[in-house]
């Protein structure tokens, strides 16, 4: 069984920046897809940025060029630097790993961005 434990997320204004990070205990052997996704109040669940075993990734239009997600496999853990936040990126970030028969969602943390 792996567990997803996200941190990182707060309040910041317009602008500023954030580092989300979520670190996976138990095996990941069988994941071979990492991702960030998000929900706004009253919103569904959007995808964010995910990247592949391989390395490859995939960023949503709203945050291209202002997010970068990596990874560090000697710490099993996904990570999102977000930039040049905006009012609308206010959501809980969720991360999600999957590969296989395993789909794994953290807790979710909270991002607040203030005008």
């Known amino acids: 069984q792996v567990q997803l434990v996200e941190s990182g997320g707060g309040l910041v204004r317009a602008g500023g920046s954030l580092r989300l990070s979520c670190a996976a205990s138990?095996?990941?052997?069988?994941?071979?897809?990492m991702g960030w996704y998000r929900q706004a109040p009253g919103k569904q669940r959007e995808l964010v940025a995910h990247?592949?075993?391989?390395?490859?990734?995939n960023y949503a239009d709203f945050v291209k060029g202002r997010f970068t997600i990596s990874r560090d496999n000697a710490k099993n853990t996904l990570y999102l630097q977000m930039s040049s936040l905006k009012p609308e990126d206010t959501a809980v970030y969720y991360c999600h790993f999957a590969g296989g028969r395993a789909n794994y969602w953290g807790q979710g943390t909270q991002v607040t961005v203030s005008s």
């Open positions: 990247i592949f075993s391989g390395g490859s990734t």
């Open positions: 138990g095996s990941i052997i069988s994941i071979n897809y």
